[in-house]
């Protein structure tokens, strides 16, 4: 297989790191853009087994987890360190502790199915008509979210709201930041409900099917508003992407992957900085907005792609 180029890893790099976080699938567009491009781009940009380009997306995928540890970093030092007392402690109190063991069970799920399936998923489905149907089916399912998830809990109630911090180890009066006040809210789910919100990323393993979108719809089906969805959303795929990362990370230094090194390193900085960007601009888009414009996007792409493949046969 070709090695990967600068200018592919750069323009896949910025794919990568707006649509892991955009509710509108990194997987699917990875697949399709080659497909839709052609030429020396269908060649070298090809998902498969000992793939280049699979190992250059791994890159990308870890440096869009390390953006979302940087820009949620006051709350993954509360979160971490919560785990940690409750550990120590052994006790569940507070908000940041019940929060930290959320995440962890909530990731279970995706976790194993990952490493049963995403092989098997990825080398029958990772193709471009499978990936652009998904697509498809991705906006529909964003859009029904919109039409049919209950009310929020937290539509009314935000601001007459009290935050209940007497289980704290110190009762000192302290401001509360609005992150906090959301994580504590976050605390406040079940853990059926949670773990059922981050088994939601099991479909992500398909083609198509976005993390965050899909995250999002489960968290608005368990009563959320979109803005702590969201934020539920990216808390869970930190994990997931980080861990996936690191587990096929030494792909990426195999001998017939030497020449995908530069542009891998390129292409991870670009993903970075287009996730930062990403993530800084939808925490203040999903305060007042909602997944349907994601939705129509998903919906068009997906079945404009299998018009063109269809009228090409470039698949």
């Not at 702590?228 to 001998?255: Q, S």
Request: with cysteine; glycine share 8%; proline share 4%.
């Amino acid at each position: 297989m070709s090695a990967v180029s600068y200018l592919e890893s750069i323009v896949v790099g910025a794919l990568q790191g707006v649509s892991e976080l955009f509710p509108v699938s990194s997987l699917g567009h990875s697949v399709l853009l080659p497909a839709l491009v052609g030429g020396s781009w269908g060649r070298d940009l090809s998902i498969g087994k000992d793939s280049p380009y699979l190992a250059v997306l791994v890159a990308m995928h870890v440096a869009t987890a390390i953006a979302l540890i940087l820009f949620f970093r006051r709350d993954w030092v509360r979160i971490v360190t919560g785990l940690w007392t409750s550990i120590r402690r052994r006790e569940v109190r507070t908000a940041d502790q019940r929060l930290a063991w959320l995440l962890v069970l909530a990731t279970i799920p995706v976790g194993i199915a990952g490493l049963l399936l995403e092989s098997l998923l990825r080398d029958v489905l990772g193709k471009p008509v499978p990936s652009a149907i998904f697509l498809a089916l991705n906006g529909g399912v964003l859009y029904a979210a919109e039409k049919f998830s209950r009310k929020p809990k937290t539509a009314v109630s935000r601001e007459e709201e009290t935050i209940d911090f007497s289980a704290e180890d110190t009762m000192v009066m302290r401001a509360v930041t609005v992150d906090e006040a959301t994580d504590v809210r976050l605390s406040k789910l079940s853990v059926k409900e949670a773990v059922l919100i981050g088994s939601a990323q099991i479909l992500a393993l398909l083609p198509g099917i976005s993390r965050s979108g899909i995250t999002m719809v489960a968290g608005l089906r368990r009563g959320l508003d979109h803005e702590d969805a969201a934020r539920f959303a990216w808390l869970l795929a930190t994990p997931v992407i980080l861990a996936a990362g690191a587990l096929k990370m030494p792909t990426l230094f195999t001998p017939e992957n030497k020449p995908s090194l530069g542009p891998a390193l390129v292409g991870s900085v670009v993903a970075f900085v287009a996730s930062y960007i990403s993530v800084r601009f939808l925490t203040k888009y999903f305060e007042t907005r909602t997944l349907t414009p994601f939705a129509i996007y998903c919906a068009v792409a997906g079945i404009g792609s299998l018009i063109f493949f269809a009228v090409s046969g470039a698949a």
